[in-house]
């Protein structure tokens, strides 16, 4: 039974790994109509709409709403903005100026920050040489794989730079709220997040870019398809991964999403990845290998 649970543990990795990594293309179509701010607001609300369905179909309700300590909504007030609406807000804006190559090192510097992070807030994430290890190879792996895209003079914003190294730090300060918060189902975790990210961000979106346009229909599409699964579904998994096994090992994701881009690329783009990607690809198994293995007794 425990083989098969922790078998269960990796097909949810990997179905995030396919959401999170599929939602590039998606915001490509997305963001050409619709200004990227309000393309983090539309996923979210779509995701919000989808998840009170599954909870009103399953049974489920989310606690109270209520800001008493032992009550879960503040713990999940905080995972909405920290987790969603700011760093949806913060990559979007860096994005306009930062080339995609640059966006994603910067977004794979996540799990560093969530290692650094667990080992002095949670007593059973400690960090390890063979932990350290295996975090280094993958970052170094995701440079290997997107560093070529950088060749031929790439001008760097250090005001855009830093905010998408913010994002990845708030991505790794939500890696570890998530496992300190309440335990609640999935489900109704992801709704209070994505509900209350919803809120959040559409007020930022109102201060920073005034209403929003009415996007034709394949925006529109976009932005549905990546509520209802890069962020909606991909968020019940999140909740879940990071209640079973932590948010290290949930972390290891971002280090795959690319590998995943790359995949399709090959797939169904015809692309012909050259020894780098090959080297990359043996760099971020070997250091996902090396940060999930669990210790033996």
């Given at each position: 039974m425990g083989v098969s649970n922790r078998n269960l543990d990796w097909v949810v990795l990997g179905l995030l790994v396919v959401a999170w990594g599929s939602a590039f293309a998606l915001l490509?179509?997305?963001?050409?109509?619709?200004?990227?701010?309000?393309?983090?607001?539309?996923?979210?609300?779509?995701?919000?709409?989808?998840?009170?369905?599954?909870?009103?179909?399953?049974?489920?309700?989310t606690p109270p709403l209520s800001v008493a300590r032992v009550s879960p909504w503040p713990w999940y007030l905080v995972l909405g903005l920290v987790g969603l609406a700011a760093p949806f807000m913060l990559f979007a804006?860096?994005?306009a100026s930062l080339p995609s190559a640059v966006n994603a090192i910067c977004n794979g510097?996540?799990?560093?920050?969530?290692?650094?992070?667990?080992?002095?807030v949670l007593a059973?994430?400690?960090?390890?040489?063979?932990?350290?290890?295996g975090v280094a190879m993958g970052f170094v792996g995701l440079v290997v794989l997107v560093?070529?895209?950088?060749?031929?003079?790439?001008?760097?914003?250090?005001?855009?730079?830093g905010l998408s190294i913010t994002a990845a730090a708030l991505y790794a300060a939500s890696n570890v709220i998530t496992r300190k918060a309440p335990t609640v189902s999935p489900t109704a975790g992801a709704l209070m997040m994505c509900g209350s990210g919803a809120v959040l961000a559409t007020i930022g979106a109102l201060v920073i870019a005034g209403p929003?346009?009415?996007?034709?229909?394949?925006?529109?599409?976009?932005v549905v398809t990546l509520g209802v699964f890069s962020t909606g579904l991909g968020t019940v998994g999140y909740v879940w991964l990071i209640q079973r096994r932590g948010p290290v090992f949930t972390s290891m994701a971002i280090y795959l999403v690319p590998l995943w881009a790359t995949a399709v690329g090959v797939g169904l783009m015809g692309e012909r990845p050259g020894?780098?990607?090959?080297?990359?690809?043996?760099?971020?198994?070997?250091?996902?290998?090396?940060?999930?293995?669990r210790r033996r007794a």
């Open positions: 490509k179509v997305a963001v050409t109509d619709i200004p990227p701010v309000w393309t983090s607001v539309g996923r979210l609300w779509v995701a919000t709409a989808v998840l009170w369905l599954i909870c009103a179909a399953r049974g489920e309700r804006t860096a994005a510097a996540s799990p560093v920050f969530t290692v650094a992070l667990a080992h002095f059973d994430e400690r960090l390890t040489f063979r932990r350290a290890l560093g070529p895209r950088l060749q031929g003079g790439v001008t760097v914003e250090a005001a855009a730079l929003p346009p009415l996007p034709p229909i394949g925006a529109a599409a976009a020894w780098t990607a090959f080297a990359a690809l043996a760099l971020v198994l070997g250091g996902v290998a090396l940060t999930t293995a």
